[in-house]
């Protein structure tokens, strides 16, 4: 877990990271950046576009963005779900 020191801020990583960990209730694994109110939390606290930063995030390999229903789910890594399989991959597994 991420500590913090009084008064200092937490990069945007390290919030996203914390967020995610805090917020998922089970069986999740990850959060609903809107439902859960990450968004507005995020907005509120550095004043930024969650979406950009969240991006940023998943190209690096911080965090998994997967859609969903409503928005996003964001994950630790090690955490996210698998990807789902392509059509040209099951053809492939079809033989055809």
Same mark, same amino acid.
């Given at each position: 877990m991420v500590e913090q020191s009084q008064g200092e801020k937490?990069?945007?990583?390290?919030f996203v990271?914390?967020?995610?960990?805090?917020l998922r209730k089970e069986p999740y694994k990850g959060i609903h950046?809107?439902?859960?109110?990450?968004? &507005?939390a995020f907005r *509120?606290?550095?004043n930024e576009d969650p979406i950009k930063c969240t991006n940023q995030l998943a190209k690096e390999g911080v965090i998994?963005?997967?859609?969903?229903?409503g928005g996003v789910m964001i994950y630790l890594p &090690?955490?996210?779900? *698998?990807?789902?399989?392509?059509g040209?991959?099951?053809?492939k597994k079809m033989g055809l």
């Amino acid at each position: 877990m991420v500590e913090q020191s009084q008064g200092e801020k937490l990069t945007q990583a390290d919030f996203v990271k914390k967020a995610i960990v805090s917020l998922r209730k089970e069986p999740y694994k990850g959060i609903h950046t809107i439902y859960s109110g990450f968004n &507005e939390a995020f907005r *509120a606290y550095f004043n930024e576009d969650p979406i950009k930063c969240t991006n940023q995030l998943a190209k690096e390999g911080v965090i998994v963005i997967r859609p969903v229903r409503g928005g996003v789910m964001i994950y630790l890594p &090690e955490d996210a779900p *698998a990807a789902r399989t392509s059509g040209k991959d099951v053809l492939k597994k079809m033989g055809l």
